[in-house]
């Protein structure tokens, strides 16, 4: 091998996946190590629609640890980046210390480079810091060695991320304990559990999120006392009906309480203190629109979430969907040439009555959403094996298709 050439067998590249929360997680009880007030729940999406790819690799080459992010270098002293790093590597001298074979010593000691690319635009508003911060853990612990429990870890770059570490349902544990060891995620149901759940995302603006979700939800905390009833007297109980609904496959009920948890958390987001507003007009449509549809056929088929931004992240059933989408369609009416609108998981064309129309009888809204994302339940993260695949090349940098 020349001399300023990457040993690929220092070099991983792993793929993690994006999750939407149906008990929302908002408000941190401990900023630093990133514990919240309440538990939450969520859906992992799947990432043959939605993912992010990390590239890592040691070297005796490197000067220095380095971040690329989609195609952009930004800085590795960032306090959560650095918080994950320091902790993999903690982990990765105790094992080696107390003689795993498995963990190299020289890569120890060596710098690492770091590249990471999503799937889907960044400026869609989509949860990208959960599947990236995932990503970045899942990946980091393959390099060095390291096993077992990492959503602990992965909470430390950003909450959401501990819960895209599973595939499937997964549950994030507020925990009890000061020193965040009991605040991890765990997987409730496999990917496989409730094959026929569908979810759409109806991607409302590219605009980027006016106020992020860390500085929000610390306002939150501090002026809501809305936001201390929902973690006190709320969360615990939807947080039990929530698990049971996912285990009986009951859909009214997983949908019901999805929407109604949505709307809790928009509730203490007007509650607080200057008020934040992260749903739009569009968003207020879509919510109409499915309590309308759902209305009409005189049973919940349908049901909305929204996070910090416009974009509703829609659930239904498979026999549902090419309906529905055709509803979002005759009320958001796209741009004529504008490109498609249904992208991901195929979606096959439905009649739509006169009579559906109606009934929602609301005003379309032309090119309130730019498109759609149609995917389903999906697995967690994974090790990609091609080394054709690396995002860095040999000489240790960012590929230029990166
Ligand atoms: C509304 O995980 O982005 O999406 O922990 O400060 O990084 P930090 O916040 P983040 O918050 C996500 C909030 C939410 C709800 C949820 O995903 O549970």
């Given at each position: 091998?020349?001399?300023?050439?990457?040993?690929?067998?220092?070099?991983?590249t792993?793929?993690a996946?994006?999750?939407?929360?149906?008990?929302?997680?908002?408000?941190?009880?401990?900023?630093?190590?990133?514990?919240?007030?309440?538990s939450?729940?969520?859906?992992?999406?799947?990432?043959?629609?939605l993912?992010?790819?990390?590239?890592?690799?040691t070297?005796?080459?490197?000067?220095?640890?380095?971040?690329?992010?989609?195609?952009?270098?930004?800085d590795?002293?960032?306090?959560?980046?650095q918080?994950?790093?320091?902790?993999?590597?903690?982990?990765?001298?105790?094992?080696?210390?107390d003689?795993?074979?498995?963990?190299?010593?020289?890569?120890?000691?060596?710098?690492?480079?770091?590249?990471?690319?999503?799937?889907?635009?960044?400026?869609?508003?989509?949860?990208?810091?959960?599947?990236?911060?995932?990503?970045?853990?899942?990946?980091?612990?393959?390099?060095?060695?390291?096993?077992?429990?990492?959503?602990?870890?992965?909470?430390?770059?950003?909450?959401?991320?501990?819960?895209?570490?599973?595939?499937g349902?997964?549950?994030?544990l507020?925990?009890?304990?000061?020193?965040?060891?009991?605040?991890?995620?765990q997987?409730?149901?496999?990917?496989?559990?409730?094959?026929?759940?569908?979810?759409?995302?109806?991607?409302?603006?590219?605009?980027?999120?006016p106020?992020?979700?860390?500085?929000?939800?610390?306002?939150?905390?501090?002026?809501?006392?809305?936001?201390?009833?929902?973690?006190?007297?709320?969360?615990?109980?939807?947080?039990?009906?929530?698990?049971?609904?996912?285990?009986?496959?009951?859909?009214?009920a997983?949908?019901?309480?999805t929407?109604k948890?949505?709307?809790?958390?928009?509730a203490?987001?007007?509650?607080?203190?200057?008020?934040?507003?992260?749903?739009?007009?569009?968003?207020?449509?879509?919510i109409?629109?499915?309590h309308?549809?759902?209305?009409?056929?005189g049973?919940?088929r349908?049901?909305?979430?929204f996070?910090?931004?416009?974009?509703?992240?829609?659930?239904?059933?498979?026999?549902?969907?090419?309906?529905?989408v055709?509803?979002?369609?005759?009320?958001f009416?796209?741009?004529?040439?504008?490109?498609?609108?249904?992208?991901?998981?195929?979606?096959?064309h439905?009649a739509?009555?006169?009579?559906?129309?109606?009934?929602?009888?609301?005003?379309p809204?032309?090119?309130?959403i730019?498109?759609?994302?149609?995917?389903?339940?999906?697995?967690?993260?994974?090790?990609?094996?091609?080394p054709?695949?690396?995002?860095l090349?040999?000489?240790?940098?960012p590929?230029k298709?990166?």
């Amino acid at each position: 091998m020349p001399e300023d050439c990457l040993d690929t067998s220092n070099t991983v590249t792993c793929t993690a996946p994006v999750n939407i929360a149906v008990i929302k997680y908002w408000g941190k009880r401990n900023e630093e190590l990133i514990l919240p007030i309440n538990s939450s729940l969520s859906v992992t999406l799947h990432q043959d629609q939605l993912k992010t790819t990390t590239t890592a690799a040691t070297s005796r080459l490197f000067q220095e640890d380095r971040i690329w992010l989609n195609g952009k270098e930004e800085d590795i002293t960032h306090p959560r980046l650095q918080s994950c790093l320091k902790e993999i590597r903690r982990l990765a001298r105790k094992r080696r210390n107390d003689g795993d074979p498995g963990v190299e010593s020289n890569s120890l000691s060596h710098k690492v480079h770091i590249c990471s690319v999503n799937n889907f635009p960044t400026a869609a508003g989509l949860a990208s810091s959960a599947a990236g911060f995932a990503c970045l853990v899942y990946t980091l612990a393959r390099l060095f060695g390291v096993e077992g429990e990492l959503s602990g870890i992965a909470r430390q770059g950003s909450g959401s991320a501990c819960r895209s570490m599973y595939g499937g349902f997964v549950q994030w544990l507020m925990g009890q304990q000061d020193d965040g060891k009991d605040s991890v995620a765990q997987q409730v149901a496999p990917e496989t559990h409730w094959p026929e759940l569908r979810i759409l995302v109806l991607v409302a603006s590219a605009e980027r999120k006016p106020i992020g979700s860390t500085s929000g939800m610390q306002t939150s905390v501090l002026t809501s006392s809305l936001l201390k009833h929902r973690a006190e007297s709320v969360v615990p109980g939807r947080m039990m009906e929530m698990n049971e609904a996912v285990q009986r496959k009951d859909f009214p009920a997983f949908a019901e309480l999805t929407m109604k948890d949505s709307n809790q958390f928009h509730a203490t987001c007007l509650d607080t203190y200057p008020p934040i507003f992260y749903l739009s007009s569009v968003s207020h449509q879509v919510i109409n629109l499915v309590h309308r549809y759902n209305s009409h056929y005189g049973e919940t088929r349908v049901a909305y979430t929204f996070d910090a931004g416009p974009n509703a992240v829609i659930f239904t059933l498979q026999q549902h969907v090419p309906e529905f989408v055709q509803v979002v369609q005759h009320f958001f009416p796209p741009e004529i040439n504008g490109g498609q609108f249904i992208k991901g998981h195929p979606v096959n064309h439905a009649a739509l009555s006169e009579e559906l129309k109606q009934s929602i009888g609301l005003e379309p809204m032309p090119r309130g959403i730019s498109y759609i994302i149609s995917t389903k339940v999906g697995p967690g993260p994974c090790v990609v094996q091609d080394p054709a695949q690396h995002l860095l090349g040999s000489d240790g940098m960012p590929k230029k298709t990166v």
